[in-house]
């Protein structure tokens, strides 16, 4: 089994960091030394994730970053607090198994503005930010 390289003092981002593959890269960054920042809309989930990651990797460096790709408004704000990064991980997605169809208040649809579009204005705003410019999608 390969392990992740050593990463102290790097600090990454991994939207949907709470659930699922994002929440795996969040507790393994987490055990090689890094910051980690979980993207994520819900505050609950959030806490339950770094909840599990604190009790799973002693010592480890992990917040929260409110972070709604659905809402390409709010993203400018939700990122305005960060300082840099070293590397961002865009995991976060959504998929509906009932068709109607929705849409968000700027009139995309749900899936293709989170999956997508949040992603590219997302890393737009962040490039500033990366030392490296190390995104992984």
């Known amino acids: 089994m390969r392990r992740v390289p050593r990463a102290e003092g790097k600090t990454f981002l991994v939207t949907g960091g709470n659930a699922g593959i994002g929440y795996f890269v969040a507790e393994q960054l987490a055990g090689s030394g890094a910051t980690v920042v979980l993207g994520s ?55 509906f198994d009932e068709p109607p169809r929705r849409e968000t208040a700027e009139g995309n649809e749900v899936m293709f503005a989170t999956n997508y579009l949040g992603h590219f204005a997302l890393t737009g705003l962040l490039a500033p930010l990366l030392s490296d410019g190390a995104v992984v999608w």
Request: no cysteine.
């Open 41 to 95: 809309r819900s505050d609950e989930k959030a806490a339950a994730a770094m909840d599990s990651i604190r009790g799973r990797v002693p010592g480890a460096r992990v917040r929260h970053l409110r972070l709604d790709l659905s809402d390409l408004p709010s993203l400018k704000s939700s990122v305005d607090g960060l300082d840099g990064l070293d590397a961002v991980v865009l995991n976060a997605g959504v998929l």
